[in-house]
């Protein structure tokens, strides 16, 4: 089993910034991918950004060249840095791990952490 525990969320004015760390515990493969996904009401989640253990990343178009991912794996940690927040950005976000194994990967989803833009 993993445990995601998020911290980080909270309220911003557009055009600010927060911070969102996500600390992963338990039984962590080495290879492995670590995202984050959001969800505002009545639509469906969505991937935000996901970082691999080889560090490689992956941006979704609406947030490229805003939002940064990034890891600590001695920590097993994420990061995700959101600048120049817009109103849309507003969501719930979750903390996504992926145990990459043959077969079916393990995901994991931690509670998530609500994020809100005001304009």
């Known amino acids: 089993q993993v445990q995601l525990v998020e911290s980080g969320g909270g309220l911003a004015q557009a055009g600010g910034s927060l911070r969102l760390s996500c600390a992963a515990s338990g039984s962590i493969f080495s290879s492995n991918t670590m995202g984050w996904y959001r969800q505002a009401p009545e639509n469906q989640r969505e991937l935000v950004a996901r970082?691999?253990?080889?560090?490689?990343?992956y941006y979704s178009d609406s947030v490229e060249g805003r939002f940064t991912i990034s890891r600590d794996s001695a920590k097993n940690t994420v990061y995700l840095q959101m600048n120049n927040l817009k109103p849309e950005d507003t969501a719930v976000y979750y903390c996504n791990l992926r145990n990459i194994r043959v077969g079916p990967d393990l995901t994991y989803w931690g509670q998530g952490t609500q994020v809100t833009v005001s304009s």
């Open positions: 970082i691999t253990s080889g560090g490689g990343v």
